[in-house]
């Protein structure tokens, strides 16, 4: 079974960062796709950022590019969220996803669908 566990959300200022953690257990990351989503307060749940297992493409929605980027240290199993230029739209739940199958596909990353596994969520707040 795997387990996500995010961390690194807080309070921030517009215009500040923030790197979000996703720590894996249960399974290696490296051979499977990851991708990051966002739910703010009565709103859906929605596409961030997402990388395919082999590390080789990225992907963001167009709300984040430009600002965010998605990474991974397959040694530490992790995977992170790099967030800059942070506005108050970016307030939300931040969760880490993993596809369960491995080596899989990169079609529609951007769907939850895609993906089997997920962390419990990180709260991020950005203030005006």
């Known amino acids: 079974q795997v387990q996500l566990v995010e961390s690194g959300g807080r309070l921030v200022q517009a215009g500040g960062s923030l790197r979000l953690s996703c720590a894996a257990s249960?399974?290696?990351?490296?051979?499977?796709?990851m991708g990051w989503f966002r739910q703010a307060p009565g709103k859906e749940r929605e596409f961030v950022a997402a990388?395919?297992?082999?590390?080789?493409?990225?992907y963001y929605a167009d709300s984040v590019k430009g600002r965010f980027s998605i990474s991974r240290d397959n040694p530490k199993n992790t995977a992170f969220l790099q967030m800059n230029s942070l506005k108050p739209e970016d307030t939300a739940v931040y969760y880490c996803a993993a596809d369960g199958r491995f080596r899989a596909s990169t079609s529609y990353m951007d769907r939850e669908a895609r993906y089997d596994y997920w962390g419990q969520g990180t709260q991020v707040t950005v203030s005006s």
């Open positions: 249960g399974r290696t990351l490296s051979a499977y796709n």
């Open positions: 990388m395919s297992w082999s590390g080789g493409s990225t």
